[in-house]
DNA sequence: GTCTATAGCCTGATAGAC
DNA sequence: GTCTATCAGGCTATAGAC
């Protein structure tokens, strides 16, 4: 047995194996001070391999980005954003899709990924296609989905789903979401995000509603 | 005299000392490959001096990252979101604000700018904090004050300008914004733009006016 | 597979001639 | 002020012992 041993929190993780550690280390260093900033030692260090053993698992740095970004993203494909029951009142559903969308947006590992997306998309164009693919443009589909299954209902007038998930998504993210990326807001409170839903889906149900009285 | 000599496309900067032109090539190469990728090397190649003409100017990378950093802030400070004549029409007034909106915001400039900020603000708190204050505030402000002008002359219901100004803007932004600052879309053309305008001062419009009658 | 040690390169910053 | 030449240190990646 070697001398040293670096204990998991987990022991469980131990039995995966150390490409798991290591891509673990990766991606909490990655994610909060960038590619760049991020040298192959200290994620050997955060590992608690050397980082000879960071290579065998690895081919190089680039190889290692892309392996942590892939498993994020698979992460990713998990959510689910629409609420098992909608309910009847469109104002009562786009709340709760309100809701769950700003706390999934919000929470402090999707605002880093943002920040890492944003950073390396020049150097890494198809980086930032598959995090569109798999995040916005996803939610995008869900919203229309469900818009246009009210429009179907009668219960609202959205001719365009597509156009009315884009209105509705950007209503919501607003200035808070811009601060809290910038990291200028450390945490959004519940009743900040409740009260930004509320506002966000009264104001969708009201744009939507009075279209009888043209023509 | 020196044997080569880099002629700079303009003759006047030359007037300007070089310290301009170290200027202008950081923010270039800063803007497009980020704070750690661009090398002082670089810079003082792009700007046609040597690295120890650069070190006599700023003593820093750091430094001269924050002068580029100001200066870039500085010429923000000058756009005016308003224009001079609004007209009466809500919807007339309000789509004009959003192109222009969506012009400075869609600008290659300003979205360099943007994933800058991002790629530095755990770093750099107070570039983030900077770069708020001189840009989105502003243009939060500046929209509640048109918001609550409409609001006052009864033309529009906006009982709460702030946050009317906070839902149209990020209306207004979309998956077009994300888009561009992603770099999936090149250029957005202005058939776009007055289309992402048009749809989002008419939602506004709608989600206000039913509240009172007009007239 | 895992380690220690190091190669080879690039970086930010400086010394000294002019 | 501007240059050439260079330093000291950190980086990615690899070699070789075990």
Redesign the pocket.
């Given at each position: 047995m070697g001398a040293s041993r670096q204990q998991s929190p987990q022991m469980a993780k131990e039995l995966l194996g150390?490409g798991v550690l290591i891509q673990e280390a990766a991606k909490r260093l990655f994610m909060s001070q960038g590619y760049l900033a991020?040298?192959?030692?200290a994620i050997a260090g955060a590992a608690g391999?050397?980082?000879?053993?960071l290579?065998?698992?690895f081919?190089?740095?680039?190889a290692l980005f892309e392996a942590m970004v892939q498993e994020r993203f698979r992460a990713n494909m998990g959510e689910n954003l629409l609420p098992l029951h909608l309910g009847d009142d469109p104002y009562e559903g786009l709340l709760a899709v309100a809701k769950r969308f700003l706390g999934m947006l919000l929470a402090q590992d999707a605002l880093a990924a943002v920040r890492l997306v944003l950073a390396e998309s020049t150097r890494l164009p198809e980086l930032s296609e598959a995090f569109y693919r798999s995040g916005p443009a996803r939610t995008l589909q869900m919203v229309a989905t469900y818009l246009d299954y009210l429009h179907q209902q009668g219960r609202l007038h959205v001719p365009d789903p597509a156009t009315g998930a884009d209105l509705f998504l950007g209503q919501l993210k607003g200035k808070l979401y811009l601060k809290c990326l910038l990291g200028l807001q450390n945490e959004a409170s519940s009743e900040e995000i409740e009260r930004h839903a509320a506002v966000a889906a009264a104001a969708f149900v009201a744009s939507c509603a009075p279209v009888i009285p043209k023509k």
């Amino acid at each position: 047995m070697g001398a040293s041993r670096q204990q998991s929190p987990q022991m469980a993780k131990e039995l995966l194996g150390k490409g798991v550690l290591i891509q673990e280390a990766a991606k909490r260093l990655f994610m909060s001070q960038g590619y760049l900033a991020t040298s192959m030692d200290a994620i050997a260090g955060a590992a608690g391999v050397s980082k000879a053993t960071l290579y065998a698992h690895f081919k190089s740095k680039q190889a290692l980005f892309e392996a942590m970004v892939q498993e994020r993203f698979r992460a990713n494909m998990g959510e689910n954003l629409l609420p098992l029951h909608l309910g009847d009142d469109p104002y009562e559903g786009l709340l709760a899709v309100a809701k769950r969308f700003l706390g999934m947006l919000l929470a402090q590992d999707a605002l880093a990924a943002v920040r890492l997306v944003l950073a390396e998309s020049t150097r890494l164009p198809e980086l930032s296609e598959a995090f569109y693919r798999s995040g916005p443009a996803r939610t995008l589909q869900m919203v229309a989905t469900y818009l246009d299954y009210l429009h179907q209902q009668g219960r609202l007038h959205v001719p365009d789903p597509a156009t009315g998930a884009d209105l509705f998504l950007g209503q919501l993210k607003g200035k808070l979401y811009l601060k809290c990326l910038l990291g200028l807001q450390n945490e959004a409170s519940s009743e900040e995000i409740e009260r930004h839903a509320a506002v966000a889906a009264a104001a969708f149900v009201a744009s939507c509603a009075p279209v009888i009285p043209k023509k």
